[in-house]
């Protein structure tokens, strides 16, 4: 398994950044994706992006194409979301997920979640 462990969250002004760190434990990556979901009072949760880890493939979702970028650090087994030019829409609490079916979109997709870190944009 690969349980992942979020952190980075806080307090920003629109047209601020941020950056979302995901500490992943396991023994082995190997055809792990790993993916950040985010979940706004009152609404379902949703994908935001994710990661093939052996491929480094990566996957947006529409509404933060080209502001969000999602990386990883191979020694650290940290996956990264770089957070840049937020919205108020954009506050949520945000999901780090590891999953190995091979689909990205879905939270049923993946099987071991984080605690999730909140993340505020003051408009």
């Known amino acids: 398994q690969v349980q992942p462990v979020e952190s980075g969250g806080g307090l920003v002004q629109a047209g601020g950044s941020l950056r979302l760190s995901c500490a992943a434990s396991g023994r082995t990556f190997s055809g792990v994706t790993m993916g950040w979901f985010r979940q706004a009072p009152g609404k379902e949760r949703e994908f935001v992006a994710a990661i093939r880890w052996g491929p480094g493939s990566t996957y947006y979702a529409d509404s933060v194409k080209g502001r969000f970028t999602i990386s990883k650090d191979n020694a650290k087994n940290t996956t990264y979301l770089q957070m840049n030019l937020l919205k108020p829409e954009d506050t949520a609490v945000y999901y780090c997920?590891?999953?190995?079916?091979?689909?990205?979109?879905?939270?049923?997709?993946?099987?071991?979640w984080g605690q999730g870190t909140q993340v505020t944009v003051s408009s």
């Open positions: 997920a590891s999953g190995r079916r091979g689909r990205i979109f879905s939270e049923n997709d993946y099987d071991y």
